[in-house]
């Protein structure tokens, strides 16, 4: 019984030494990296990275609270630990959003001063200089941000990972309306990663932004959703994330059968079968169509693990509401957008449905 349980100690100690969840994170599989997280910590409750990693994981899942927890324990654990003081700089940035007042600036100013020191503690933190470049860009200059700084942050970012600094920089080109520059940046990313499902998703999420249409036009921007949406279908395989960001260009592009029909065909296949489900209840709501198979999918959501990055349990109680509001059921609709506000009390899109329905 001892030499038994010594080797599963042993066992152990090598999966915590070899314990690498940065991959999982980068690569968006947040429901994997919280379970390895609690994993590791079960064993070992003092593991800062671990922490680190789970906090991560759980601004993803829009669990702030529990978030700032995890990154608080692995400052404390580990203050010379980049990821630590990325989970801390994430969870922050998430909080002020959601908070979406005037005393979220302090958490906010915090945040960038987490994000500098994560990628000055290890350079190699690909989404540590995405997520301060970007920071950077959509930050007005009373709070340091400056186009110039992102700009910068994709060049750091192209010595570590050259594809994701091409994205970076692509999609800050883009956020400043200058998308004749910025399209070279993804099509170089394309011709380096055409399976990359980051690639995908950032060029399709560049693409069909408010910015990119006040340059290209609307209809013009249309039909180049419509047409890149389809080239890219195949390169996307059963990855949820770009198979998402074809659906949403399609939407725009006024083909939501078309939108439909992929998103189901890939369900069965996909590597986040509940961004899938999540998809096909938003383009139900959008394109008000097959809304009882919407509501369907939406209530599979609601009943299990949510993949992160997607907006979370709110989204798909406002998406719901939407749905139920397209087919007359107004005090189910209600319900739905007051879900919403129950898990986020400052939805703007809910309290927007709730108004509508009065």
């Known amino acids: 019984m001892f030499r038994r349980l010594s080797l599963l100690l042993v066992c152990f100690a090598a999966f915590a030494a070899d314990y690498a969840p940065r991959a999982d994170l980068d690569a968006g599989r947040y429901l994997k990296a919280l379970a390895d ?32 927890r995890a990154a608080d324990r ?19 940035g998430g ?13 906010i100013s915090d945040a960038m001063d987490d994000l500098r020191a994560a990628v000055g503690l290890d350079p190699t933190l690909v989404y540590g200089w995405m997520s301060l470049g970007l920071a950077y860009e959509q930050l007005p200059g009373i709070l340091g941000g400056s186009t110039r700084r992102a700009l910068q942050c994709a060049d750091s970012l192209k010595r570590v990972d050259p594809v994701r600094g091409e994205i970076l920089q692509g999609t800050v080109l883009a956020l400043e309306k200058r998308w004749r520059d910025a399209l070279p940046c993804f099509e170089r990313a394309l011709a380096a ?49 770009p198979l998402t960001a074809v659906c949403d260009a399609l939407l725009d592009a006024g083909k939501g059968e078309d939108a439909w029909r992929i998103a189901k065909e890939a369900l069965p296949q996909a590597d986040a079968p509940s961004l899938l489900r999540l998809q096909l209840g938003k383009i139900a709501a959008r394109a008000n169509l097959h809304s009882e198979e919407g509501l369907a999918f939406l209530d599979q959501v609601l009943r299990e693990p949510l993949e992160g990055g997607c907006g ?41 449905l709730l108004e509508e329905l009065r």
């Open 37 to 68: 997280a609690e994993a590791v910590l079960q064993k070992q409750p003092d593991h800062a990275l671990a922490w680190a990693s789970k906090s991560q994981a759980l601004t993803a899942l829009v669990r702030l609270p529990e978030a700032t």
């Open 74 to 92: 692995a400052v404390a654990l580990n203050p010379r630990l980049g990821d630590a003081f990325l989970a801390r700089g994430l969870a922050e």
């Open 95 to 107: 909080s002020a959003v959601q908070q979406r007042n005037l005393s979220s600036l302090s958490q």
């Open 193 to 241: 990663a055409p399976r990359d499902p980051e690639v995908l998703y950032a060029y399709l999420d560049a693409l069909g932004s408010r910015e990119t249409r006040k340059v290209l036009g609307d209809e013009p921007q249309r039909q180049l959703q419509g047409k890149e949406a389809m080239r890219l279908l195949p390169a996307a395989g059963n990855r949820a994330r």
């Open 312 to 352: 979370g349990y709110g989204a798909a109680h406002w998406r719901r509401g939407q749905i139920l509001r397209n087919l007359g059921r107004k005090a189910e609709a209600r319900a739905a957008a007051q879900a919403a506000l129950a898990l986020d009390p400052k939805d703007t899109k809910a309290k927007r």
